[in-house]
């Protein structure tokens, strides 16, 4: 059900796992949903390690809550440094 709803090419989602194994991050844009020639709608993949490496420059990662949000999304709560 959450695959469809995201409405995403589904080889896109093996290059966004190869992403993230190597701490990376992967944008894949959905079919339909909002996107236009004016604008690309998708959605951002990223790992917990991608997160703590290149987030923690700027914030202090207090937590991470896995499938916090409809059992698909992750919530990270930070604090901003300095």
């Given at each position: 059900m959450i695959f469809k709803m995201l409405d995403i090419p589904?080889?896109?989602l093996n290059v966004a796992q190869d992403l993230m194994d190597n701490w990376q991050h992967a944008f894949i844009l959905?079919?339909?949903h909002l996107t236009s020639a004016e604008y690309?709608?998708?959605i951002t993949?990223?790992?917990e390690n991608y997160i703590r490496k290149a987030w923690s420059l700027y914030f202090e990662i207090k937590?991470?809550?896995c499938g916090?949000?409809?059992d698909f999304q992750d919530i990270?709560?930070?604090r901003r440094k300095g």
């Open positions: 589904a080889d896109q959905q079919n339909g690309a709608y998708g993949f990223l790992s937590t991470i809550v916090a949000i409809h990270v709560v930070c």
